[in-house]
Every structure is written in structure tokens, then in C-alpha cells.
């Protein structure tokens, strides 16, 4: 494995609230600041030689050690576990593709716009690039038990990272409100599930108590080791473009976890000499599930909880973010901003992804709807060279796609009319019939 060897200065927790900035062990078993309460970070790598680090970075995709394999562990210098990587636990994550397409950029208002699909993923989603580090860290401490509450996506990569790295999972679902394909994935790979009457931010408060009463780790995006490993979603993007830097990132906004870890990516990046400015970050959310772009118009007020979100995009049906002070000083930070899309938008954005031949979940399609609006509205220029974080396959929820093809599609907030519609004909088995029909 090509090595690179950062120097002796081990990482450690340290509490995001500026006027505290507490400083704990690595391997302490904490997700909140016990002195102020505050949200808990990595402290961030040192020792990085950017020109070195490009490069060794490029050799280890020839390298086939699994390690080096990994879209996530193949930037392991900019995670915090030095040389304890015997506890790295990989599904050959990462390895993502950029891709473009003249169709769906149009549809956004830009000359040029590029997914980063992280759909690509051993387990469909960019929860993976968080978990394999979770799920590490998590064996570094020894824990036998992990739990998360989740719209789905995080509970299907959890369950297969503790599979991997010999943990039980423990899952907690909002009940009838996670699509089919990531409910069967948490039961294939083997994790215990358990079906709530609540929604996601009520079992979240449930399941941070019984992992605090029970040692059981928990693996939530307020774990900071699940936004050491996003973290790398950036750097491998970068690292495609040959370090050219975008004007633009769209990703879509749930428990704001990503953008967080986005954020922190590039800030480290551009300390330490990798890039020389930061690209502006684009929150994307869905109308019904919106606190964090109702926030980002009065900052100084409270943080505005939506009690009972609502949108079809279940992934991102969330209603009180646990990363949102992380999640602001990244947009700020950056001079980003944060849009909210509609239903119609959304599901309309996804159809027009999905006939470029790229396909994705309803959640991602929140970026391209957002850029549309905002190429529209003259926020984001057309010319603006854009990336949109697509972050789960199109596969992990064929029912809102059959359902928006054939003119079945409800919102809460009414009927969805498929302005791509593409329904599948019934036909007799008669050659002469269907000749005459595709004629
Ligand atoms: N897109 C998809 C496909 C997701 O699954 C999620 C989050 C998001 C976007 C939002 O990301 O929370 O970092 O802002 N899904 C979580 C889950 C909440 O439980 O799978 P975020």
C-alpha cells in the first residue's frame, strides 16, 4: 500500500461551539459536548503536503489493496485514524462517477452541469462514505452493537457496515414512511429492525436515550466520524476534476449532515494548500420539509422546527437537523445559499435525471429542481460551473417512480402531473398490432 507518513500529532474530538471549543480523545465515546452540549468535530488533519498527496493519491487507484480501492480510505490522510487502519472496515466504497449530460444541464439553466452520483455506492447511497468510517470507528472502541434511526439510506448502509465489521445492527424506521428498497436492504444484510410510530426526528431523541442507557454505538450523522468519511465525497471529486475547483455544489438537505462534512472537506483543503478558493454550497430542500431554508432568512431567530414534515422525497422528511449549526457556518463560510423546491419540482427534475440515462432517488433530484430555479431566478449565472450531488440510486424507490410514470403520484400537498409521464402500454401478443403501434 503507498504510504505517507503525516507525522505524530493524533487527532482529537473538539466542540464546534465557538466559545467552548473543548478538546476530548479520539476514542472517547461521546456525540455531544458533555461540558456545553455542542455538536463535536474531528480536529482537523495536519501535516498534509498537498503537491505529494495528489499524487499518491492517483497511484493508490492502481494499487489493489482494498484499502487503497476505496474511494473513502484512499484519502485516509485526511481522517482521523492515523495508523490505526487495521480496524478499517471497506465495501470498496466511494469510486463515484462525474457525470454529464447536455439534457439535464439545459433543464438546469447551465452551460455545464456534473453529477456526482454517489447512487454508485456498494449500498446506493453516500451514506457509505460516512459509514465505512463509522463503522470503523466503532470497531476501534470495541463496540459489539450499532443503532440509527433513519429515512432509510443510513440504516441500509449501517446494516451492511456492521455486518462487515462483525457488529449487530440495530435499526429504528419511521413506520410506512421508508421506501421498500431500503427497508429490504437493513433485512438482507441481517440487521434487527424496528418499525416506529413516530417520524425521524422523534426517534432520533428515542434512540439517542436507549444508546446512552444500552452502550450501544450510534451511528446517526452526529457521529463525526460518519462527516470524516463524507468528507472524502469532495476530495474524490476534486481530485476528478484535477483539482479544479467549481463555482457551485448542490446537494439536497435532510438531517444536514452532508453539507456539514462538504464544508469541513473543503475548508481543510483549502488550508492546507490543495485548493486555493472554496466553492459555494447550495442547500436544496423540499417545500414540506424546509426549517433550514425558513432559518437561512432570519438567522438570529430561533431555529425554526417544522413539527410534521411532508414531501414524497422520504429521504430528506426531516423536520429539526441535527447539524444545522454546522450546516450554517458551511454555507455562510462559502457564500452558498439554501432553496426549497416543490414536489412537482422534484419529481419532475428526477424524471428528466432519469431519461439522461442516469437515474436517481427523489431526494437528489432536489439539486437539479434547485438549480433551475435558481439559474432562473439569477442567483446561480449559466455559465457557472456546477457540480450536483445526486446522493442515491434511482432504484431505491421504484414505487414514487411507477407511480409518477403511470399518473399516480400524490403529494401531501396534491396530485403530481408526470410532465414526463412515460407509462407502460399492456399489449396483445399479436406482431401485426404492435407494428402498427410503434409505427
Ligand atoms: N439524500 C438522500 C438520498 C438521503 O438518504 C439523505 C439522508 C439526504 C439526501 C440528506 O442528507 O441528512 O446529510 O442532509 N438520509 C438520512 C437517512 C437522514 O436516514 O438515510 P443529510
Known amino acids: 500500500m503507498p504510504q505517507y507518513n503525516r507525522g505524530f500529532v493524533p487527532s482529537h474530538l473538539v466542540c464546534f461551539n465557538g466559545n467552548c471549543r473543548a478538546q476530548y480523545p479520539i476514542t472517547e465515546v461521546i456525540y455531544n459536548c458533555p461540558r456545553c452540549g455542542g455538536l463535536l468535530e474531528a480536529s482537523a488533519p495536519v501535516g498534509l503536503d498537498p503537491e505529494r498527496l495528489k499524487r499518491l493519491w492517483r497511484e493508490r487507484r492502481m494499487s489493489n489493496a482494498p484499502l487503497d480501492q476505496s474511494g473513502v480510505w484512499r484519502y485516509r490522510e485526511l481522517l482521523p485514524f492515523e495508523d490505526q487502519l487495521e480496524h478499517a472496515v471497506t465495501l470498496r466504497e466511494g469510486n463515484t462517477p462525474l457525470l454529464s449530460s447536455p439534457r439535464a444541464s439545459a433543464y438546469g439553466g447551465l452551460r455545464t452541469l456534473a453529477f456526482k452520483h454517489q447512487g454508485f455506492n456498494p449500498t446506493g447511497s453516500f451514506k457509505d462514505n460516512g459509514m465505512t468510517c463509522g463503522a470503523s470507528q466503532g470497531r476501534r472502541l470495541g463496540m459489539k452493537r450499532a443503532a440509527c434511526v433513519s429515512t432509510g439510506n443510513t440504516s441500509a448502509s449501517m446494516a451492511a457496515y456492521a455486518a462487515q465489521a462483525g457488529m449487530q445492527a440495530i435499526i429504528f424506521l419511521p413506520h410506512g414512511n421508508i421506501s421498500y428498497g431500503k427497508l429490504a436492504q437493513a433485512l438482507e444484510y441481517g440487521a434487527r429492525t424496528l418499525q416506529v410510530e413516530a417520524n425521524f426526528d422523534q426517534i432520533l431523541k428515542l434512540v439517542r436515550v436507549l444508546a446512552e442507557q444500552l452502550g450501544i454505538y450510534l451511528l446517526n450523522s452526529v457521529n463525526p466520524f460518519r462527516i470524516e468519511g463524507q468528507k472524502t465525497i469532495m476530495a474524490e471529486m476534486l481530485d476528478q476534476r484535477d483539482w479544479r475547483v467549481p463555482d457551485w455544489v448542490a446537494v439536497p438537505g435532510g438531517n444536514l449532515g452532508n453539507v456539514s462534512a462538504f464544508g469541513k472537506a473543503l475548508r481543510e483543503l483549502q488550508s492546507a ?103 432562473a431566478a439569477g442567483r446561480i449565472p449559466p455559465d457557472a460551473d456546477t457540480v450536483a450531488i445526486l446522493t442515491g440510486n434511482v432504484l431505491k424507490d421504484p414505487d414514487y417512480i411507477y407511480r409518477y410514470h403511470t399518473g399516480q403520484l400524490t403529494a401531501h400537498s396534491g396530485a403530481i402531473r408526470g410532465a414526463f409521464e412515460n407509462a407502460p402500454m399492456v399489449v396483445p401478443n399479436d406482431p401485426e398490432r404492435i407494428a402498427a403501434l410503434l409505427a
Do not use: M, Y
Open 273 to 375: 494548500g490543495f485548493i486555493d478558493r472554496l466553492p459555494r454550497l447550495a442547500v436544496i430542500q423540499a417545500e414540506g420539509s424546509a426549517p433550514f431554508e425558513a432559518f437561512s432568512h432570519a438567522p438570529a431567530a430561533a431555529f425554526p422546527t417544522v413539527e410534521h414534515p411532508e414531501t414524497l422525497a422520504t429521504a430528506i422528511k426531516i423536520g429539526d437537523p441535527v447539524s444545522w449549526p454546522k450546516a450554517w457556518h458551511e454555507v455562510t463560510n462559502s457564500g452558498g445559499l439554501v432553496e426549497k423546491v416543490t414536489e412537482q419540482e422534484i419529481a419532475d427534475a428526477k424524471a428528466v435525471i432519469g431519461a439522461s440515462g442516469i437515474g436517481c432517488e427523489p431526494a437528489s433530484a432536489a439539486t437539479l429542481a434547485g438549480i433551475r430555479k435558481l439559474t
